[in-house]
C-alpha cells in the first residue's frame, strides 16, 4: 500500500467530487490557496495521501502528528518547528493529524491561536464524524471535506496497479470480483490481501498461471470469511442488526 502510494495528483484514484475538474480541492491544489481542513471519511480512501499531496503541491514542510501517541509536547514542538521554518526561509508548515478526534479538548485546542495566527495549516483526518469529534472553535477554522469509499471499478484498477508493481499472474473474474467484495471500498484491505495473496504463491514455477477464487481461498481463508460481502457473514450481520434493535 506504501509503495502505490499516489505521487501526483492524477494518480489518486477515486474521489472524484473532490478532485475532478473544478471541484473544491482540485482548484485548491491548482491556485496554491490551501485552507486548514478535515478529511473526514472511511479507512483505505486516501486521506493521508491527500495530505502529503497538498504539502507537496505548496512546497511546505509536512509535520505528521498521531492523535494516538502524540500529546501537547508533541503540537508545541511541530509549533516549534513551523517558526523555525518562517523565519529561516519563509517556507509554510502543514500539520497533519491522523486520527484528530482522538484528542481531547484541551489537546485540540492548544492548535487554535496557530491556526488563527496562519503559522501551520492544519489538516485532520478522521473517520468520525467532525461535528461531534471535533471541537467547534476548530471546525469553524477548517473546512470539511467528505471522502467515500472506493467502489469496484476503484479497486480494480488499483488491482492492476499492484499486479504491474508485484510481476504477479492476473486474476480470474470471479477472483478479483471477490477480493474487491472483501476490501469493502478499503483501498488498503484491499493491497494488504493482495500482497498476501501474491506472496503465497511462491516463486518460479510453483506459480500458477492464473489466480482463481478457490486459490483465493485457499491463500486468504479465514481473511476473506471473516466478512464476505454479500455472502453468509454478511446477512449474518445484517440478523445480529435486527435482532439487536429488537
Known sequence: AERLRPQPLGEVIGQAHLLGPGKPLRVAFESGRIRSMILWGPPGVGKTTLARLVATAVSARFIVLSAVLAGVKDIRDAVDQARAAAAASGQGTIVFVDEVHRFNKAQQDAFLPHVESGLFTFIGATTENPSFEVNSALLSRATVHVLKALDDADLAALIARAQAV?????????????????????????????????????????????????????????????????GDQFYDMISALHKSVR
Not at 477472483?175 to 494488504?192: F, K, M, P, V, Y
Not at 506472496?199 to 486459490?215: K, V, Y
Open 166 to 230: 508485484l510481476g504477479a499472474p492476473p486474476l480470474s473474474d470471479a477472483a478479483r470480483q471477490r477480493l474487491i467484495g472483501h476490501a469493502d471500498g478499503d483501498a488498503r484491505r484491499l493491497l494488504n490481501a493482495y500482497q498476501a495473496l501474491v506472496d503465497g504463491l511462491g516463486d518460479g514455477g510453483g506459480a500458477p498461471a492464473q489466480i482463481d477464487e478457490a486459490r483465493l481461498e485457499l491463500t486468504l481463508g479465514e481473511l476473506l470469511r471473516r466478512y464476505d460481502k454479500g
